[in-house]
């Protein structure tokens, strides 16, 4: 079956042509950064037009729509089920069956509250607005009878909750192999959130 992603025409064209080397990408950087005061009007805005162009093409933004795009091609093999994901592209392409559940992380919830990152925008809903952590059912089924340790304790104190739902007659309780994986893509999540670079959740790799 054939497969379609979708994208704008500079997503295509970046697609096409690759990453710029990066002996390239400086020299064409340093000629448009050169004084202009000695040539006319045309040739600056000659040079004005080659800059935003450069931009347009090898800037970062380009390069960000190359990675993108082949992390959703790469992302085509991917099964929709829970599985661990431990690096910013994996979860950029995360299943569907997976969002959920990432989106559950407080950090990534708490910018997602903010408006400051994608949070699969084109197919994640968010069944529980405004509620984070232990107050979010879903953060509840990944978190259901795990140890953690009590950060208020002077010494190191254990502790496990149970919660108990009322679940869908489509839905089931996780195994715990399936709430590791879910818990060790929460870690890769929140690395990323203190990085503050790449946006986790936006499978076309936007800044957070």
């Known amino acids: 079956m054939a497969q379609f992603y979708t994208g704008d025409q500079d997503m295509v064209s970046a697609f096409a042509h690759g990453e710029t080397h990066p002996g390239t990408t400086r020299y064409i950087e340093d000629m448009i950064a050169q004084p202009t ?11 004005q037009q080659t800059g935003e162009l450069y931009e347009r093409f090898m800037g970062s933004q380009a390069v960000r729509r190359i990675r993108a795009a082949g992390r959703q091609i790469a992302s085509h093999w991917q099964r929709n089920e829970i599985l661990p994901l431990e690096t910013t592209g994996s979860l950029q392409t995360a299943p569907v069956k997976m969002q959920r559940w990432l989106m559950a992380e407080p950090s990534i919830r708490s910018l997602y509250h903010k ?7 084109d197919s994640y809903v968010d069944a529980a607005p405004g509620f984070i952590g232990a107050e979010h059912e879903d953060y509840q089924r ?34 715990f192999e399936e709430q590791f994986d879910i818990l060790r893509s929460w870690h890769t999540l929140a690395e990323a959130v203190m ?5 986790p959740t936006s499978r076309w790799n936007a800044e957070l």
């Open 195 to 199: 990085a503050k670079d790449d946006d």
């Open 37 to 47: 005061y000695a040539i006319g009007a045309a040739s600056q805005q000659l040079m």
């Open 142 to 175: 990944v978190m259901n009878g795990i140890v953690v340790e009590n950060p208020n304790a002077s010494e190191h104190e254990w502790s496990t909750t149970e919660y108990l739902h009322d679940l869908p007659e489509d839905e089931r309780e996780f195994i």
């Open 115 to 121: 408006r400051q990152c994608d949070g699969y925008s």
